[in-house]
């Protein structure tokens, strides 16, 4: 047995390093000891032997209990059945410590070899491979083993055996472990420490509570108990201050702050939606103890939103080694079950910026963002495992002090051990507090103008004055030459922004009223008179965003703009997904303000010179490095800004600096964005005066999926127009007049949507101003309306991975006529988008257009809010034929909100593929396809058919008949759900075969209806036949040479999946698909 040699630590501490099984204090050292009957051989043997037997895999078990060698103990222990590592080491530290209890409270020998060193003497297990319960440093490098503030490790079984050394030196007869069920796992995270956090509760805790009648969203009192300051408390447990083992999640007591004692009644909470508490929205009847209550309810829930998103990236965190490969890692989570695939999705996704740890308590040392996600399925047998994939590239060395980051990288790239997570938010501390002191309703209490504002977020009843707008405003601004461009109901909205009084308006704008042209042209006039006017302009997503700055240029002029102190911060992830847009807008960006040299010289330090060098090299070639946030401030401090352009997360973080002064306030695209955020801003804005908040509450509102469902509703944390409407002192006014869409298009929305709500929706253009689809050859069914009813039953299939939905005919279907729609109008002026309710039919066609080496937009319909496009096909998958169990309706089809988005999108043209009769159990569809109908015809399979022969003929009507004078349209479709359908069909067929009969007799005479030709000659798609009866499957590689890749020009992979699809060139060897290697 070889002797620990003592080593002196930099700072004078005495260090005992030791590794392998030739040391006794190693895991692997053979000795015997009992503990509960059974004899163990070593302490890896007790450990994994545990290990196994939580889990339940009792032939993992027996299997370790029957070798001796602590090598194959561990090789066994490596491979538990259901295994959950985030539960283990929640208890791996008290299962190690009583191991290593036992193994020297039984064995006399190995415990004087811990007595020797002395009881200051501290144990270091040097595995160079191993951060966790080693100290990540090779036993034969003492210089940095000396150097113990670069240990790359925990040190993990070195602590414990320190600790156990002075335990049983102080003990004289030790009967039981010691207490050390307060080690959890890793110290924290960098995140907010908040007043309050969600507490477990058990019944021994309740008082005149029974457990079984409470309910979700009851109200109750708590009593908390004392416990020392800086006391670490997570939900289920408590820590003492100076704990070195943490679970990442846990909060500090503060002073005058306690944890959960007991809970007790509370008085009933009078305002309840389906028979729960709600405190949203807030009600002019309530009182002010009642608002205030509500404050603090909602508080609490933006605490806990936190930290619910903060425990799950620290659940779902990766911790292990990792292939690496030109600058990115590919992280590996093996042989996972359903569940644990289903949260990883929740807490990974692609674009999603991350940070990378040599330990979970250090410093990251570097940062990158996620490129690619791959769910590869490796098990059919029993229950289904797959490996989850992630590819995260590394964009960034941070630098630190006192630490060597390129070794801590180069460790990880070597095989090291190492742990990635996305970054955690910690955007909400400050609306938090905002909410906990109940700013909002002692803002509301003042009489100030900001005190006006809030009345009306909060649904406060006050006296109202009479105002004649036209003359509050000045003549200047009624006469304004931009006025002259606003419609009379636009005009209406403007005049009470630019009055003598102070209004919050909340304006009503249904798809393509020209609400943002609005808010541009209200600006432009603001800034052209207004001496002392600031302006916030906010959204919630960077898009619309984007669109307001162009508005505005296009308005008020690019160098106007410019001159009156305008500047628009994006992040930089935004940076880099809308680079070509923000391109166009580079002079209204930050970027153009702080290469002003005039504006270099007023900054003051040098660390702020060199930061805004950093700020402009990264825009360049790194957009997401940039620190827009930082850099903004600095900014804010040199520059007279007048107008400001952000979104709402980071308008929260510049409320002090940037947005300070702000006298107006224009939210835009108000139904993304939470009423919370939106108190909490005019509560940060003492000096607002107006505001505008546009927005249309029958689209899609804020996305809370992924919070519980009791906060999903009722806590202020869903849209801020559900208030806005309810409010008294809010002046609403409604657009009406449709820019946007054909009038045929308008039409059937405001029939379906618009018009059962009792609103009106109107079209502004001529049909001869969207006539890109009507005027042109394509074979419309109708050749004057625009769109096209496809109606395809089909099959849906399942996805087990994410549990959405395909279906191949509708896939099939939306290829031809994309390809279609391709070989006639399609240009580079010309836009095309496609629209799926379903993720995974997303994904079936994205796959497929990329084989055919189609360039076309897919999207889902929620991620396509505030956007527009030429031509639009609506792919809606759903079908009464279904495999499996799938459920007979959907939720998706009777979101009316989600409909309106998704049939609101289309400017020229609108293909809506579909099976209607599933189509018509949602109201919105419904009510959709009966007006539709009036103009256009249900087609079919014969419809494709013609797309695909590439001949098709015309009546006088303008109607698409066969070759024997039929009106193209499903027959089977309309005998089975039009009562009526013989007769219309009789008097279609009559007309049609007339005129047909007709057009073989003059075939050489000019048509008169809107065709150039009676026998129009459509281009012939051959290869549309491979689809008939195809199914569309996921598949890392094309089918045939045509698949070639847009990135690489090479075959064998999608350009998605192109590992080089930031510009490099490929080569053998490189990874493809989901982690494989060629």
């Not at 009881?119 to 210089?143: I, K, M, R, T």
């Not at 003549?475 to 109901?489: P, R, V, Y």
């Not at 835009?668 to 607002?688: F, I, N, Y």
């Amino acid at each position: 047995m070889p002797t620990a040699k003592v080593v002196i630590s930099q700072d004078g501490r005495k260090l005992v390093p030791f590794f392998t099984s030739a040391y006794p204090f190693s895991n692997h050292f053979s000795c015997r000891f009992v503990i509960d009957g059974l004899e163990f051989s070593s302490s890896e043997q007790m450990y994994m032997w545990a290990k196994a037997s939580v889990f339940g895999d009792d032939e993992s078990a027996s299997a370790i209990m029957r070798t001796s060698n602590p090598k194959e103990c561990k090789r066994i222990g490596s491979r538990i059945r259901l295994f959950d590592t985030t539960a283990w080491r929640r208890i791996s530290i008290f299962v190690m410590t009583c191991a290593n209890w036992h193994k020297y409270k039984q064995n006399e020998d190995l415990m004087r070899h811990l007595f020797n060193f002395g009881p200051d003497a501290e144990f270091v297990e040097c595995a160079a491979n191993d951060v966790y319960w080693g100290a990540g440093v090779a036993l034969s490098d003492v210089e940095k083993i000396r150097d113990i503030n670069r240990w790359p490790g925990k040190n993990i079984l070195g602590r414990i055996l320190s600790a156990l050394m002075k335990k049983f030196l102080q003990m004289s007869a030790p009967t039981a472990p010691p207490n050390v069920r307060d080690l959890s796992e890793f110290p924290p995270l960098e995140k907010l420490t908040l007043e309050d956090l969600s507490s477990r509760c058990y019944r021994r805790q309740l008082s005149e509570l029974e457990l079984e009648s409470l309910q979700e969203g009851q109200l109750i009192k708590v009593w908390t108990a004392f416990v020392p300051e800086q006391t670490l408390v997570e939900n289920s447990f408590i820590l003492p201050p100076q704990s070195q083992f943490r679970l990442g999640t846990e909060k500090q007591i503060e002073e005058g702050k306690g944890v959960l004692s007991i809970v007790g009644n509370h008085a009933p909470w009078p305002y309840q939606s389906n028979s729960r508490n709600v405190f949203f929205p807030l009600l002019p009847e309530m009182t002010l103890p009642e608002i205030e209550m509500s404050e603090q309810i909602m508080s609490s829930a933006i605490a806990y939103s936190f930290e619910d998103e903060e425990k799950r990236i620290v659940e779902g965190k990766f911790e292990g080694r990792a292939e690496w490969q030109n600058d990115t890692f590919w992280l590996r989570f093996a042989e996972i079950d359903t569940e644990k695939m289903k949260k990883l999705k929740e807490v990974w996704t692609e674009e999603a910026n991350v940070i990378f740890r040599t330990a979970l308590d250090l410093p990251n040392f570097a940062s990158g963002y996620v490129k690619q996600i791959d769910i590869e399925r490796i098990r059919e047998d029993g229950k289904p495992k797959f490996n989850f994939w992630i590819m995260a590239k590394v964009t960034n060395v941070q630098e630190r002090k006192f630490r060597d980051v390129h070794a801590e990288l180069e460790a990880a790239v070597e095989g090291g051990v190492f742990v990635v997570h996305p970054i955690i938010p910690i955007g909400v501390k400050h609306r938090r507090d905002c909410f906990a002191s109940n700013l909002p309703s002692k803002i509301a209490n003042l009489e100030t103008k900001q005190g006006k504002m809030m009345r009306a977020v909060l649904g406060r009843t006050e006296e109202i004055i009479e105002e004649n707008v036209d003359q509050s405003a000045s003549a200047i601004q009624i006469n304004h030459a931009l006025m002259k461009k606003l419609n009379e109901k636009q005009q209406q909205t403007a005049k009470l922004l630019l009055s003598r009084e102070s209004h919050f308006v909340f304006q009503h704008a249904p798809p393509g009223v020209g609400k943002t042209y609005v808010a541009a042209i209200v600006a432009a006039i603001l800034l052209s008179i207004e001496k002392e006017v600031k302006i916030a302009i906010v959204t919630a997503a960077n898009l619309p965003l984007a669109k307001l700055v162009q508005e505005l240029n296009d308005v008020f002029g690019c160098d106007e703009m410019e001159e009156s102190g305008s500047v628009a911060f994006f992040s930089g992830y935004a940076k880099e997904k809308y680079k070509e847009m923000l391109e166009k807008l580079k002079r209204h960006l930050l970027i153009s303000k702080i290469s002003n040299e005039e504006i270099i010289s007023k900054f003051e330090t040098q660390d702020d010179v060199k930061e805004i060098e950093t700020y402009c090299k990264n825009f360049e070639v790194r957009p997401r490095l940039t620190k827009e946030r930082k850099v903004a401030n600095l900014y804010s401090e040199v520059a007279d800004l007048r107008v400001v352009f952000t979104t709402v997360s980071m308008a929260e973080s510049l409320i002090h600096t940037a947005l300070d002064g702000t006298t107006v306030l224009i939210f835009d695209e108000a139904t993304q964005g939470s009423w919370v955020c939106l108190a909490h801003l005019v509560a940060r804005m003492p000096k607002l005066e107006k505001v505008l908040v546009t927005g249309d509450q029958l689209q899609l509102g804020v996305h809370l999926q992924k919070l519980p469902p009791l906060l999903q509703s009722g806590f202020g944390l869903e849209s801020m127009v559900d208030q806005l409407v309810m409010s008294p002192t809010v002046v609403q006014t409604r657009l009406t007049t449709c820019y946007r869409m054909h009038p045929t298009l308008v039409k059937a929305v405001a029939s379906a949507v618009y018009e059962p709500n009792g609103e009106k929706f109107e079209p502004g253009r001529a049909a001869e101003d969207r006539s890109l689809l009507t005027a042109s050859k394509f074979p419309l069914p109708i050749q004057s309306c625009p769109i096209v009813l496809l109606n395809v039953v089909g099959k849906c299939r399942q996805d087990p991975l994410s549990h959405s939905l395909t279906n191949d005919s509708q896939t099939a279907a939306a290829i031809q006529i994309v390809t279609a729609l391709k070989n006639s109008i399609l240009s580079p002026n010309v836009s095309l988008v496609v629209i799926c309710l379903y993720s995974y039919q997303k994904e079936s066609l994205q796959t497929e257009f990329e084989r055919e080496r189609i360039e076309v937009l897919v999207v889902t319909v929620d991620g396509y809010q505030a956007q527009e496009s030429d031509l639009v096909i609506l792919v809606t998958t759903r079908t009464s034929l279904r495999d499996g169990a799938l459920s007979e309706n959907s939720e998706f089809l009777k979101d009316s909100r989600r409909a309106t988005v998704a049939l609101s999108r289309a400017k020229s043209g609108l293909f809506l593929i579909g099976d209607f009769k599933t189509l018509s159990e949602g109201e919105v569809w419904n009510k959709f396809l009966e007006t539709a109908s009036e103009d256009s015809q249900i087609v079919g399979e014969e419809y494709l058919q013609i797309l695909r022969n590439g001949r098709y003929m015309r009546d006088r009507y303008g109607q698409l008949i066969d070759n024997i004078g039929r009106v193209v349209q499903d027959l089977q479709y309309l005998q089975k759900n039009d009562e009526n359908w013989r007769t219309m069909q009789q008097q279609s067929t009559s007309s049609s075969t007339s005129t047909f009969e007709s057009r073989k007799r003059r075939a050489d005479e000019p048509d008169q209806g809107p065709s150039a030709r009676r026998n129009e000659t459509w281009r012939p798609q051959q290869r549309f036949e491979q689809y008939s009866g195809a199914v569309f499957v996921r598949s890392r590689e094309p089918a045939g040479p045509r698949g070639a890749c847009f990135v690489c020009k090479r075959v064998g992979h999608l350009a998605k999946n192109c590992w080089y699809a930031d510009g490099q060139s490929a080569g053998r060897g490189q990874p493809r698909g989901k982690g494989q290697w060629k």
